[in-house]
C-alpha cells in the first residue's frame, strides 16, 4: 500500500487543523494506520492509531482529548484531526500503516507516506 500525507501548514497557537492519509488500493481496509510525528531535533513519536474497522483507536497523552483520529474505508482515507494547536506540536507529521500492528510502536508499521509539516506560531 502507498500512502500520501497532506493537510499540514502554518496555523496559530489554539487553531485547528485537520491532516489526511490517503492510500492507494482497494486493500486499504486490511491496514492498521498510525499517525506519528517529528519535531525539530526530536526523535519520531507516537500520536494516534486505528485500528482496521475503524473500532479501535489510541492517543498519546500529549495530544488525548484534542486530537481525534477517523477513517473512512471507502474513500481509502484516514483522518488527523488537531484542536487546540500548541507550538510543542510542531513536526513533521507521517502516517503509517501496517497489517497487522495498531500499536505505538513505529518500528512494527511496514508502510510509510512522506509525511506533512505543521508548524504552529505562538
Known amino acids: 500500500v502507498q500512502l500520501q500525507a497532506s493537510g499540514g501548514g502554518l496555523v496559530q497557537a489554539g487553531g485547528s487543523l485537520r491532516l489526511s492519509c490517503a492510500a492507494s488500493?482497494?486493500?486499504?481496509?486490511?491496514?492498521?494506520v498510525g499517525w506519528f510525528r517529528q519535531g525539530p531535533g526530536k526523535e519520531r513519536e507516537f500520536v494516534s492509531s486505528?485500528?482496521?474497522?475503524?473500532?479501535?483507536?489510541a492517543y498519546a497523552d500529549s495530544v488525548k482529548g484534542r486530537f481525534t483520529i477517523s477513517r473512512v474505508n471507502a474513500k481509502y482515507t484516514v483522518y488527523l484531526q488537531m484542536n487546540s494547536l500548541t507550538p510543542e506540536d510542531t513536526a513533521v507529521y507521517y502516517c503509517?500503516?501496517?497489517?497487522?500492528?495498531?500499536?505505538?510502536?513505529?518500528?512494527?508499521?511496514?508502510?510509510w507516506g512522506q509525511g506533512t509539516q505543521v508548524t504552529v506560531s505562538s
Open positions: 503509517a500503516a501496517d497489517p497487522f500492528y495498531s500499536g505505538s510502536s513505529d518500528a512494527e508499521y511496514d508502510y
Open positions: 488500493g482497494r486493500t486499504f481496509s486490511r491496514y492498521h
Open positions: 486505528i485500528t482496521r474497522n475503524g473500532v479501535g483507536t
